[in-house]
């Protein structure tokens, strides 16, 4: 499959690249796209709620009432949870939501992804670009010449590029990675997948190996 390179300015520049049919191509595999979407989102929680239960609570031991005699059921504790107050029974602890996931699988995902995207057109290629300082107005600028003003856009970067990250951070919508970070969550997330041309190359030998 071949797409053509744009410029900063959405102009064709008359060169194109071949995606890779291994990559860009396959059969997409849903269930494995569910996979890495759960573990990504489930790596994301923190885990840290909790709630009080019977031996957390502060309150008095004494027995509240005799046993026998009251005609109602016996009671031992004012931190049982029959009363108010008292604790709650199998609260949520603290725990990690996260989970193993095969490294073929993870691949795989990312690959379905990203075939997904190519089939529905949503992959862009662009040729580098710099910023000599940070200026959320510029990345804007770029953003409208890809008509993607005020749509969810993920830029894979041929390494760290400070001044564009600076320039994106700001923009809700915007997502700037490197070509060995782009998740299965991102692509499937992002109406368009940007890649500079450079880190288009090194994306495909990392994810072909």
């Not at 909790?50 to 109602?72: L, Y």
């Not at 603290?94 to 691949?107: A, E, V």
């Not at 770029?142 to 320039?167: C, E, H, I, P, R």
Request: charged fraction near 30%; aromatic fraction near 6%.
């Amino acid at each position: 499959m071949k797409v053509a390179v744009v410029d900063i300015n959405g102009k064709d520049t008359g060169k194109k690249v071949e995606l890779s049919n291994d990559i860009f191509a396959i059969e997409p595999n849903e269930h494995a796209i569910y996979l890495d979407v759960k573990q990504h989102l489930a790596n994301k929680r923190q885990g840290t709620h909790k709630a009080k239960e019977r031996a957390d609570i502060i309150g008095s031991t004494r027995k509240i009432k005799k046993q026998k005699g009251t005609g109602t059921a016996r009671a031992g504790s004012i931190k049982s949870p029959i009363f108010r107050g008292g604790g709650r029974v199998f609260g949520p602890r603290p725990r990690s939501y996260s989970f193993k996931l095969n490294k073929n699988t993870k691949k795989l995902a990312r690959k379905s992804a990203l075939s997904i995207a190519a089939k529905n057109k949503n992959i862009v290629v662009m040729d580098n670009f710099e910023f000599d300082q940070p200026k959320t107005k510029d990345f804007s600028a770029v953003l409208k010449a890809l008509n993607l003003d005020g749509k969810k856009a993920v830029f894979v970067m041929d390494g760290q590029n400070n001044n564009v990250y600076l320039s994106a951070r700001n923009l809700s919508r915007v997502k700037i990675v490197t070509n060995t970070s782009l998740s299965t969550y991102e692509t499937m997330n992002a109406s368009k997948v940007v890649f500079i041309k450079g880190a288009l190359e090194e994306f495909e030998a990392n994810l072909s190996k």
